[in-house]
Structures are given as structure tokens and as C-alpha cells.
């Protein structure tokens, strides 16, 4: 595929008197990551559901791998899989059995499922395992058997609502790898997170949603670029950052900003100069820190 995999224009959705995306434009290309960052209730997972036609806009067209959504949903339905937050997985059944079920329901004949199973199980890391009731699996093992489900059939265009959410380190980056994987053969991946890091590290485009609206979009470093220069930061005795000051990188900002924190008096206070992250952008932008920082929990093994 070539162009845009999936074209997005004026979209606007409303629940009452609640506006929930008010006037989205997107695109994105064909083979690449596009993760979409916002707060709680930005309105990323109505945007997903959407997209995956669970639910109709009341405004704009979508088109999907060339699919109309108005006029071809069962095109895009064709050319799509999604995974959500929870891992969508029958815990009676084992991951073959899993695999093999889902295969034959995309018309696979058993054969085929069985080579299809195999296949998913040795290159999501789930052979030791395989033959074990999903109910006994950890977190980690459960959302890469969830994200295996949904590439039975390999479609050209994937959405990933917040998949590594509650994952541990190992876990996380585990996924990441695979989620790279997909997009070097060609897969269309559109991600929603909440982790920073992880747009950081796959997406090769960010927009930044909030209040329904688009309020940026770019690179990871484009965004980083619109914080400023340089943050100064103030950490105290045991080495925590108590103040942040971004700047514009020149010399007489940073030494503003360094004046400016020496004046708080802070006793045993250390002053230390960064780049911006994307933290520092998703502040500027849209005034609240990433929700991963506010609420992430304990993560799952």
C-alpha cells in the first residue's frame, strides 16, 4: 500500500450536549507508527472506536486502507484488527487453542490454522506455555497472546488502545519490539498511550489530542522543540526535582532561570540543565502531566 492507510477529515462525535472530537483531521502513512497522546477523556478511544466502525460520527469522512467508512464498512472491517486495554482472550482455552479458534473463524481451514498457530506462538515467545490454560498466565504473557489474536490475519492496518498499559518493564519493551517488527513488514499501527517513553521510542508521527481537538502534531523531536531550549532543573538533598524552568537554550535564559531557583533557598539543593522531553511538551500542550505519571500502578509480570 501506498498514500495514507488511514484519512481523516473533519470528524466530529457528541454524546448529548458532550462534545468528544470536534473537527479531527489525520493521516497516516502506509508502514508506519502514528501514536495519538491525550489525557483521560481527550477523547483517544472514541476516535479508535470509530475508526474500527463500533461507532458512527456525526461528522467527517474516514477512509482506512482505501476503504470508505461510510459507504465500505465491511472494507474497512476486512483491513483492520484491534486490541484494546484489557487482553480479549478466552482463559479456559489454551494460546493454541486460542490461536487455532481464531484462525478458523477468519477462514483459515484447520490445517492452515494449526501452521498459523505455530507460527504466532514461536514469534510472540509463547511456546514454553502453549499448551497451558490462558488463566494461569501472567499479564506480559496474556497481552502478547491478545496482540497475536489479532494478527491471524495479518491485516495491513492495526490499533492499539493503550496495549502496554499496567505492563512491566520486560514486558513493555517485549511488545515494543514486536510492535517495531510489524511496522518494518509493512503494518500500519495507530497507538494510543499514556506512556511518553513509548511514543517516544515508536512512533514515527505524534498528534496530540485534547478536549476533541488536535492541538499538535509531529515528530517526537518536533514536539520536544516547542517546550524551548533547554530545562533547568532544581532537585533537592536527596536528588528529586522539587522545580523545572524551561527555556529558550541562550545564555542569558538559562542564567534567568538558574538566578531564579538559587532564590528559593532550597538547603542542599542541586540546579542541573536537560533537553526537554516529551513530557515537557505534553505539559505545554495541554497543561496537565501525562496520565501515566499521575496513575500508573503497580505493573503485571
Request: no cysteine; net charge negative.
Amino acid at each position: 500500500m501506498t498514500g495514507p492507510a488511514i484519512e481523516v477529515t473533519g470528524l466530529r462525535k457528541s454524546y448529548g450536549a458532550q462534545t468528544v472530537l470536534d473537527g479531527i483531521d489525520l493521516r497516516v502513512e502506509a508502514g508506519t507508527v502514528f501514536a495519538l497522546l491525550g489525557p483521560n477523556g481527550a477523547g483517544k478511544t472514541t476516535l479508535i472506536t470509530i475508526l474500527s466502525t463500533l461507532v458512527r460520527p456525526d461528522e467527517g469522512s474516514v477512509t482506512v486502507a482505501g476503504h470508505d467508512l461510510e459507504n465500505d464498512a465491511d472494507g474497512v472491517r476486512r483491513a483492520i484488527s484491534v486490541t484494546g486495554q484489557a487482553a480479549a482472550v478466552d482463559g479456559v482455552l489454551t494460546a493454541e487453542e486460542n490461536l487455532r479458534m481464531m484462525a478458523r473463524l477468519s477462514g483459515f481451514t484447520a490445517a492452515e490454522s494449526k501452521r498459523r498457530a505455530a507460527e504466532l506462538i514461536e514469534r510472540f515467545d509463547l511456546g514454553a506455555a502453549a499448551r497451558k490454560r490462558v488463566a494461569t498466565y501472567s499479564g506480559g504473557m496474556r497481552r502478547r497472546l491478545d496482540l497475536a489474536l489479532s494478527l491471524v490475519a495479518t491485516p495491513p492496518v492495526i490499533f492499539l488502545d493503550e496495549p502496554t498499559t499496567g505492563l512491566d518493564t520486560r514486558s513493555r519493551q517485549t511488545l515494543w519490539d514486536i510492535i517495531q517488527d510489524l511496522a518494518r513488514r509493512g503494518t500500519t499501527i495507530l497507538l494510543t498511550t499514556q506512556y511518553m517513553e513509548e511514543a517516544d521510542q515508536l512512533a514515527d508521527r505524534i498528534a496530540v489530542l485534547d478536549r476533541g481537538v488536535i492541538v499538535a502534531e509531529g515528530t517526537a523531536d518536533e514536539l520536544k522543540a516547542r517546550v524551548g531550549g533547554e530545562v533547568v532543573e532544581l532537585r533537592d538533598a536527596r536528588g528529586e526535582v522539587i522545580r523545572e524552568v524551561p527555556t529558550d537554550g541562550s545564555v542569558e535564559a538559562l542564567r534567568a532561570a538558574i538566578d531564579r531557583l538559587d532564590a528559593l533557598g532550597v538547603a542542599g539543593a542541586t540546579i542541573g540543565i536537560r533537553k526537554p522531553s516529551l513530557d515537557d511538551a505534553f505539559l505545554t500542550l495541554t497543561g496537565q502531566p501525562s496520565g501515566a505519571n499521575e496513575t500508573e500502578k503497580e505493573a503485571v509480570r
